[in-house]
């Protein structure tokens, strides 16, 4: 996979991915990029049980199998959140009234089950890097360190969106008479 990434560009590169976030689009957006942050995260805690498999093989092999799975899980959480960011933005284009307050609803209900979904799978992948830090080989400690910090920032990143999710579903809810 050298360096590509799938999330919301179908395979480019991480620079041009990069490139795209920088746009001023909504897709990708902060979603995506805390589904890719989380992604990190989750490569690294692999890495680092591999490592720790010669000293600590039943702990480490467990961690490793659920951080590649996670992995993955967060990039395809990452592609959904783009493509739910962009139907967000196609929603807010329709004219006012209740079509669009639907519209918005509608994305904003989806795009806040994929971000609760993020926040869920960074939360396991932080108590699963915290169980195996102990464990790891001592010059592994900053690849621990930038392993949790990726996951934290794609956590808080997951929650933020969440609660805007919520808000702009609230805000567009139609209200009974």
């Known amino acids: 996979m050298s360096d590509e990434i799938r999330a919301s560009t179908g395979g480019a590169s991480i620079r041009a991915w990069v490139g795209r976030l920088a746009e001023p689009v909504g897709d990708p957006g902060g979603g995506a990029a805390s589904g890719v942050m989380l992604a990190m995260g989750c490569a690294l805690t692999s890495m680092v049980a591999g490592y720790t498999r010669h000293e600590h093989p039943l702990e480490a092999d467990a961690v490793k199998e659920r951080a590649d799975a996670r992995r993955e899980r967060a990039l395809e959480l990452a592609d959904l959140d783009a493509q739910e960011s962009a139907e967000f933005g196609a929603a807010y284009h329709e004219p006012r009234g209740e079509p669009r307050d639907a519209a918005v609803t509608a994305a904003g209900s989806a795009a806040a089950r994929t971000s609760a979904d993020l926040a869920q799978l960074a939360s396991e992948a932080l108590d699963d890097l915290a169980a195996l830090a102990p464990l790891a080989p001592p010059f592994l400690r ?36």
């Open 142 to 177: 900053p690849d621990v360190a930038v392993a949790e910090a990726a996951l934290r920032a794609g956590l808080a990143g997951a929650r933020t969106n969440l609660d805007a999710d919520l808000a702009e579903v609230e805000r567009h809810r139609p209200t009974s008479s």
